[in-house]
């Protein structure tokens, strides 16, 4: 049962909206239940006319970039997910500082590849996380001591009251691993970012980036998750206390703590969303016992979860 205007949406959307589908194709957890509609976006203009229309109808809608910082609920979610496929990415070698301008649906694997092939530094540490520049520039996205606040110029965003602006490095707000618009769930879409980098030996731009993928693949575990689960509190490192707190290997379900790293959470096969929930409550709960510490999410919750004592 859907409290949707579904043949408004047929009819503005066409075949261009699908509908009831399953959210576990389009997470890095493999987890995720039946969304009312989506719609795939190639390009910003695909995006201002969709959300337009979902303004003036009142729908919600959630922006979908890779599904990789995002627990979508077993339930799934009445709304419309507007999946980011805009995906085209400039390296402006001409400029000085040279420039990086990528759609927000670009990955940040192909961004920092591109730049490294082009003698632009600044974008290896970013090839190893399985994101979009929309939700990166969203969420602060970091790795290896760095993060998207180090190297964004600016980013071309839409807002219902405000229509398309450009915001400045200022105005996101960042935060580790969090923006102005995460913190306040404010709605903002990025539709485009400008990053800054420097000029550097295209061959020792690749080594780096190799280097650090390298180290990535060595220190994390393989299978579906969505990375780090908790934000590192300050002076501490939430895999350490979920360790400590003995909850490597803690299973729920088809879902484990990783016994490589415990900061993720491991889809074994077959795990429910519901699985992952339980097993971030039960690493919360043991470590504010153990250690007096509050585990903050990184990722963001979607939908309605069952919940666990
Ligand atoms: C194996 C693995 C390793 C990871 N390693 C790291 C790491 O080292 N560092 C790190 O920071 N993260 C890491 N992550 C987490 C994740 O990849 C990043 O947070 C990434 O930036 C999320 O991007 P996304 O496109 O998948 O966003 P999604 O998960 O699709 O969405 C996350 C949030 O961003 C919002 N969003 C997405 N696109 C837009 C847009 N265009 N405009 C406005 N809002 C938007 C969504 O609405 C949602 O609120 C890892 C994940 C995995 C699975």
Same mark, same amino acid.
């Given at each position: ?41 190639? #390009? ?22 890779? *599904? #990789? ?37 670009? #990955? ?12 632009? #530094? ?18 602060? +996205? ?7 606040? @180090?190297?964004? @110029?600016?980013?071309?965003? !839409? ?7 450009? !915001? ?28 800054? *980098? ?13 280097? !650090? ?29 979920? +360790? ?17 790293? +415990? ?30 510490? @509050? ?15």
């Amino acid at each position: 049962m859907t409290n949707l205007p579904i043949s408004q949406l047929q009819e503005i959307f066409g075949e261009r909206l699908q509908e009831g589908v399953h959210m576990n194709n389009y997470t890095t957890t493999k987890v995720g239940g039946p969304v009312t509609g989506l719609i795939s976006i190639n #390009s910003a203009s695909e995006m201002e006319f969709a959300l337009t229309n979902l303004w003036k109808l009142n729908v919600p809608y959630y922006i979908l970039g890779s *599904g #990789s910082n995002l627990l979508i609920s077993d339930r799934g979610y009445d709304g419309i997910v507007l999946h980011n496929r805009s995906h085209n990415v400039k390296v402006n070698t001409k400029n000085e500082p040279p420039l990086v301008i990528a759609e927000s649906g670009a #990955s940040l694997g192909q961004v920092a590849q591109l730049a490294s092939r082009r003698g632009v #530094s600044g974008f290896e540490w970013a090839n190893s996380i399985p994101g979009t520049v929309g939700g990166a520039v969203y969420g602060n +996205a970091g790795a290896h001591g760095t993060d998207i606040s @180090q190297i964004l @110029q600016s980013a071309l965003v !839409l807002t219902r009251a405000g229509g398309s602006q450009l !915001l400045s490095n200022e105005d996101m707000g960042y935060e580790y691993r969090s923006s102005k618009f995460k913190r306040e769930r404010k709605s903002v879409i990025i539709l485009e970012a400008t990053f800054v *980098g420097q000029k550097a030996d295209p061959e020792d731009c690749m080594s780096l980036l190799h280097e !650090l993928t390298e180290k990535r693949h060595k220190t994390q575990p393989v299978g579906p998750s969505f990375g780090s689960t908790f934000k590192n509190p300050a002076g501490n490192f939430a895999g350490k206390l979920l +360790a400590e707190a003995g909850m490597k290997g803690v299973t729920c379900g088809g879902a484990s703590f990783s016994k490589v790293h +415990a900061n993720f959470i491991v889809n074994n096969g077959g795990a429910s969303a519901q699985d992952y929930y339980c097993l971030i409550r039960q690493g919360q709960k043991r470590v504010m016992e153990q250690f007096g510490v @509050q585990l903050d999410l990184e990722i963001e919750l979607l939908g309605e979860f069952e919940d666990v004592d």
